[in-house]
């Protein structure tokens, strides 16, 4: 492959260099575009653009191929757990058993939340959507770790790092509680992780807690399949707060709000609702993957195509099977389960959607497992958020480490040139 790439604008030509990843990806490295021809690129959504390089994520969405720093996610979900997988992405390589057994509790030293947090938990109405509220009590740990981080100094970063993967889970989880009306729970330092997370929503005060390991089991791998991918909207979003050196709990807290919009995180529980409205109309799913393909109607089967993987998508391969598992461990008959089956196969046989590549993702099969663990529509994108934690930490620590400059897209203007301005009485 040839070393430059060649532009030729009026006549003039430039070089520009090209960049090849190790996974054999091509850039042209148009960081002196400008600067030498005065032009810059325009591609909306950032479909051709790469922001960074990264060494966290790596993603073929053609060969449905996705690592987390050269593991596949496939031996990572068999394997390992979700703490692990967290260690891996922040810190680079699988821990050993001190450094996993460090890190935990390193993290346990960090799971009490200030209790003021929850005055402002209840300035919320009930009724708030738990992405919302989530967003805003990430942001308000700002208030209550005010020193900012140094990034170079290795000890206060880990320490950074251990807070925000302490305290977002109990906070994740008391949006919930708040709307059920129920007691807070405090983490219990003497229980992992994700079983933490089971007795953090669930446990109450009147009757002991029974915890079901094929749950968390099922919950923990389904944490490993959300944890990164490399530069989605809300890593994105991770990332460009950082580069203003916002704090790390400012830059989560703006990437739990980009990861609600329902065309991002918040397609797993547009997903349960879609599969609600199928089965509430009668369960004709023909007629809602004949509204899908209309195009006067704005209606998406939601879980179906993803911006990145145009073949299928590695983490629904995985999370079917689970979700098979699952179900028929807890002997759950789901009447929505079987309206999915059919729309998936519907939609997997129809043309418009082969054409388009459209198959389910990852959110298509999430939802109908987190249904049958029992975990409330309105929480499945909180949950997304506490399996995308590790990614966010992760992208964050890169970004800042590798001193990236301020994020700060161009644009090409198209609106009114200079005009003279007309008093009110004239306009
Ligand atoms: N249902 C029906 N048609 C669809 C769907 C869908 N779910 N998704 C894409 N299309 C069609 C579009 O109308 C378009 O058709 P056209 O070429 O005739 O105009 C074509 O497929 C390409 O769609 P784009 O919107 O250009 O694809 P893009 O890569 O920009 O969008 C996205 C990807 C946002 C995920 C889209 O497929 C979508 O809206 N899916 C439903 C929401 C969803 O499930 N989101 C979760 C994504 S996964 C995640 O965030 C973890």
Redesign the pocket.
Same mark, same amino acid.
């Given at each position: 492959m040839s070393k430059t790439a060649i532009l030729e604008i009026d006549g003039k030509k430039y070089e520009f260099p090209i960049i090849v990843g190790t996974e054999n990806e091509v850039a042209i490295d148009i960081e002196k575009l400008r600067g030498a021809t005065g032009a810059i690129t325009l591609d909306p959504?950032y479909k051709n653009s790469g922001s960074c390089k990264s060494e966290i994520t790596f993603l073929d969405g053609e060969e449905g191929i996705l690592r987390y720093r050269g593991y596949s996610i496939e031996d990572l979900a068999d394997k390992a757990d979700f703490l692990e997988v967290a260690y891996l992405l922040i810190f680079g390589e699988l821990p050993n058993k001190a450094q996993l057994d460090k890190f935990e509790t390193d993290i346990r030293k960090h799971t009490l939340v200030n209790e003021e947090m929850k005055t402002i938990l209840e300035g919320f109405p009930k009724t708030a959507h738990p992405m919302g509220v989530l967003s805003s009590l990430t942001s308000a740990l700002t208030a209550f770790n005010p020193k900012s981080v140094n990034v170079e100094n290795e000890k206060e970063l880990y320490e950074a790092i251990c807070k925000t993967m302490g305290k977002f889970l109990v906070i994740a989880t008391w949006t919930y509680r708040r709307r059920m009306g129920f007691p807070l729970n405090y983490y219990d330092n003497t229980k992992g992780y994700v079983e933490n997370f089971m007795r953090l929503m669930f446990e109450i005060p009147t009757e002991p807690y029974k915890m079901d390991k094929r749950i968390v089991d099922a919950l923990d791998k389904l944490f490993i399949l959300h944890a990164d991918h490399e530069q989605?909207c809300s890593t994105s979003t991770v990332r460009i707060v950082g580069s203003s050196h916002a704090g790390l709990f400012a830059s989560i807290s703006a990437g739990v709000s980009a990861l609600w919009g329902?065309?991002? %995180?918040g397609?797993n529980q547009a997903v349960l609702e879609m599969l609600e409205e199928i089965h509430n109309n009668g369960g004709d799913v023909a007629k809602f993957v004949l509204k899908?393909k209309d195009k006067e109607d704005p209606f998406?089967?939601?879980?179906? %195509?993803?911006?990145v993987y145009k073949n299928f998508d590695p983490r629904a391969t995985i999370i079917k099977k689970a979700a098979d598992d699952v179900l028929e461990a807890l002997g759950v008959d789901d009447p929505l389960l079987d309206i999915a089956k059919q729309l998936e196969k519907v939609a997997l046989e129809d043309e418009y959607f082969k054409s388009?590549n459209?198959y389910p993702?990852?959110?298509f099969y999430s939802g109908i497992i987190y249904r049958a663990m029992g975990i409330p529509v309105e929480m499945f994108t909180v949950l997304f958020a506490i399996g995308r934690l590790p990614g966010w930490i992760a992208q964050w620590k890169e970004m800042r480490l590798n001193k990236e400059p301020i994020g700060r897209p161009r644009q090409v203007y198209t609106g009114s040139t200079l005009r003279p301005f007309k008093e009110v009485n004239q306009r």
């Open positions: 959504g989605n329902p065309l991002h %995180g397609a899908a998406r089967l939601m879980g179906f %195509g993803h911006r388009r459209l993702n990852v959110d």
